[in-house]
């Protein structure tokens, strides 16, 4: 007699079970445009396993290429407590840090050549940002920007080379100087098109900044097209200064795959494009 009725128990606990994993994967809390923490997708940003190549875009025109990359610093503290010897096979250490990189060129108007920059930013475990440098180099001219949190400084440096003489200048600032970005960059006679990166008003002054950059940021499911398929992913959303709109479509596992920014400024991932 229980012969007879294990089979059909265990065909029904398997319909169920698949039922019930369906659902979770394509109704409720996966719905598109169902509210996700932000934290969650940041993580998923900082842990990608693989950088995000992408083409920047000017309405219609290509203007450029950039990589994004994120690297975690490992912190075998923890593992050392357990034994003098080297942590077990398989035991990695808790992240002590993250790194983000992000490098490229981009024609601009107004500028008497292509703009090359790169970027670092270095953040602690709790995801507050510690360190920043930032590079631009516009034909025989560089400048960069080094921001410290625990300084709460700010160094400037640029440099010119032309006709073989080449001339250097170095400032620092305290955060509280840097109440007007655009100001800022008036000052030191930056191209017209920066105008763009003062709209995130001023940098953050306190003892802890994080990735929001004083911008209120919201996060929630969706779908993006890839190809002829369309696959899971998530959307961040923000508004600065109650008028200027961003959008990040990020793949399930962090991989940035499209950036919507004003005045028709665009990243598309290269997998987007190349199908």
Known sequence: MFSRITF???TLFWLTMTYLLWRSEYVGQNQVGSNVPVELVWRKILTAPDNSSLQ???????????RWASNIGL????ARMLADDAPPEGMAGAPANYRLDFEGNVAVD??????????????????????VHVRLKIGSEAWEVHASAALQ?????????????ESKSEREFKFSELQDPAALM???????????LGMLGPLPGG??????????????????????????????????????????IVSQVGEILLVDLPDGWRLENEQLISL
Not at 56 to 66: A, I, L
Not at 153 to 165: C, P
Not at 186 to 196: D, R, T
């Open 56 to 66: 920047m875009m000017h309405g219609d025109h290509k203007v450029g290429y950039c």
């Open 75 to 78: 912190d075998l503290a923890a």
């Open 153 to 165: 400084t700010v160094q400037l440096l640029t440099s010119d080379r032309r006709g073989g003489i």
């Open 207 to 248: 003892q802890k900044g994080d990735l929001s950059l004083g911008v209120h940021w919201t996060a929630r499911n969706d779908w993006i097209k890839i190809g002829q398929t369309s696959v899971r992913a998530y959307r961040l959303e923000a508004t600065v200064l109650e008028r200027y709109r961003m959008r990040i």
């Open 186 to 196: 008036q000052e030191f006679n930056l191209p017209a098109s920066f105008g763009m």
């Open 110 to 131: 107004g500028l008497p050549g292509r703009l090359k920059f790169d970027s670092e930013i270095k953040l602690s475990s709790s995801n507050t940002w510690q360190e």
């Open 8 to 10: 059909p128990l265990i």
